[in-house]
């Protein structure tokens, strides 16, 4: 089983920069693609950005592209999500996510393991 933990969350105003961090367990980390979603109140869990399993391909949602950078070090097993020019409506619980085919994906369901997610607060 693969254990996924983020952190790096915390309360900043707009603005500012923040980065997120997520580790994930296991020896073939580096076959994951990863990505980062958020959960807003009242809303549904949407995506944010999404990491091919080499590094080599990224999607964004458009709420964040030229903002958010997402990157990755297999060596620590670690995967970031540089966030810039924050705004109130980034204010969510972001959640980090693994996907074992290595499959590139903006969907959920293409996603296997779940971390518990990060709370992220923008002040205005």
């Known amino acids: 089983q693969v254990q996924v933990v983020e952190s790096g969350g915390g309360l900043v105003q707009a603005g500012d920069s923040l980065r997120l961090s997520c580790v994930a367990s296991?020896?073939?980390?580096?076959?994951?693609?990863m990505g980062w979603f958020r959960q807003a109140p009242g809303k549904e869990r949407e995506f944010v950005a999404a990491?091919?399993?080499?590094?080599?391909?990224?999607y964004y949602a458009d709420s964040v592209e030229g903002r958010f950078t997402i990157s990755r070090d297999n060596a620590k097993n670690t995967v970031y999500l540089q966030m810039t020019s924050l705004k109130p409506e980034d204010t969510a619980v972001y959640y980090c996510?693994?996907?074992?085919?290595?499959?590139?994906?903006?969907?959920?369901?293409?996603?296997?393991?779940w971390g518990q997610g990060t709370q992220v607060t923008v002040s205005s």
């Open positions: 296991g020896r073939t980390f580096s076959r994951y693609a």
């Open positions: 990491l091919s399993y080499t590094g080599g391909s990224t």
């Open positions: 996510a693994a996907g074992r085919y290595g499959r590139v994906s903006r969907v959920q369901y293409e996603y296997d393991y």
